[in-house]
């Protein structure tokens, strides 16, 4: 089982960054993807979540409106779009994935995901 995240980078305030999380080694379609991130000092939090069966989304509050979640089955690949940064989204993002949230909502209780992939760092800075 693999997750891979990708795609991070440096962006300055008001840019976009398109993160990617290939998966491999389980049946993707039937998990569940949640995005989580940790800037230096603090707890990881939950960003974003997206169901499996018909793509239910959830989002933080601290993000709503600037970030899209989004899933390609065909692909094994799910994806965060994050657009309006702002320098409080500096922060390692990490994605995982959860058998649970397949007809209904997600939610991003980390205790809840099973596989984690290895984080990409996001630094938004001018």
């Known amino acids: 089982v693999q997750l891979q995240a990708s795609g991070g980078g440096l962006v300055q305030p008001g840019g976009s960054l398109r993160l990617s999380c290939a998966a491999s080694?389980?049946?993707?379609?039937?998990?569940?993807i949640g995005w989580f991130r940790q800037a230096p000092g603090k707890e990881r939090e939950g960003v974003s979540c997206i169901s499996s069966r018909f793509g239910n989304t959830y989002y933080a509050d601290s993000v709503k409106g600037r970030f899209t979640i989004s899933r390609d089955n065909a692909k094994n690949t799910a994806y965060l779009q994050m657009d309006s940064l702002k320098p409080e989204d500096t922060a390692v993002y990490y994605c995982a994935a959860t058998p649970l949230y397949r007809s209904g909502g997600c939610f991003v209780d980390e205790r809840k995901y099973d596989y984690w992939g290895r984080g990409t760092q996001v630094t938004v800075s001018s």
């Open positions: 080694g389980f049946t993707f379609d039937d998990y569940a």
